[in-house]
């Protein structure tokens, strides 16, 4: 018997339209999502399952019995291709629940916009915007129900005021690198360079150590040009000595990336593409995919979308010379 969900949060209208397209009872739903849905009385019996949203908006929590749990998470993997179980772990000695931890990244969040977009007018980025700025998000989208012949010009409205012109404005970009575990590494920073609609290029500088994959040294002067795309399954790291000439490259795999008004976001899946200059490209750290797989916190389908783009990045590189980043507007 398929447990019965309570839902709660930002997510809860996407998350309610997969949990019934998926043959599972919502149980005390609120008013808006009776309306949406067309209940037509709010169920108040026991719930076995409770979906609400972390403390940071950028993902799940789901508590019940664990039978019940990994149903649930089995369910929501399996319409979220990058969702990321990252911790399971039991409430307290005094009930027999669990607490699932699960990361909606930026392919989650995009597919759970085209969810919700199914069931309510909803604009691109709803959900990354519901948690950067919801005041002008529901400005913006009850504007958009008057007038949804406007669509594309609010979308871009919103990027331009809630994303870029916060992110030009304070000329530093933070790359928030989330761990598979949750946690976040120590936060990479840089001067931004330049800057349009979908992607963001960052400078750093280096006086002393050893690039991290490409084994070689750091000298006096050494910078990198870090690319950001919206959407990318990568972010490309490209280094220069002090004469500008290429050192070599490194690409972090990742999920789909998010603009912010402070940088950018995603989870590190673990597989790098390194390159040397005027040498073939090569992957690393394969085997830490394959560990995240077999324990269960990312799906088969997610590995393999991995894997494909790891290949398809080194048949490209290895196709082409060491080269910086494509030139872009200048802030």
Known sequence: MLPRIKIRGIYGTALTKLALDSGLEIVDPSERIRERFHMESSDHGKYEVLIQDREDRQGIEVKGEADHVCEVLIHMQESLLDAIIVSFLPTDHSEPLVIANLELPGGAKEKLDRVRSSVVPTLKNHHKLKIINPDLLESAEIEFCRHPEDGMGLEKRLLREAILDPLIKEGMVRLEH?????????????????????????KREFSKGRYDGLDLPIREGDYCLTEVREGQ?????????????????????????????????????EVDVIRRAGENAFPVDREKLEVLARKGCITKDLQNKVLLVYKQLLRGLNREKARPPAPAHRV
Do not use: C
């Open 178 to 202: 989330i761990r598979p575990s949750g946690k976040p590494m120590r936060p990479r920073l840089g001067i931004l360079q330049s800057v349009r609609e979908n992607r963001v290029v960052f």
């Open 233 to 269: 399954w990568y972010i490309r790291h490209s280094y220069f000595s002090k004469e500008h000439l290429p050192i070599g490259e490194y690409f972090n795999i990742n999920t789909p990336t998010e603009l912010y008004p402070y940088g950018a976001r995603y989870v590190d899946l």
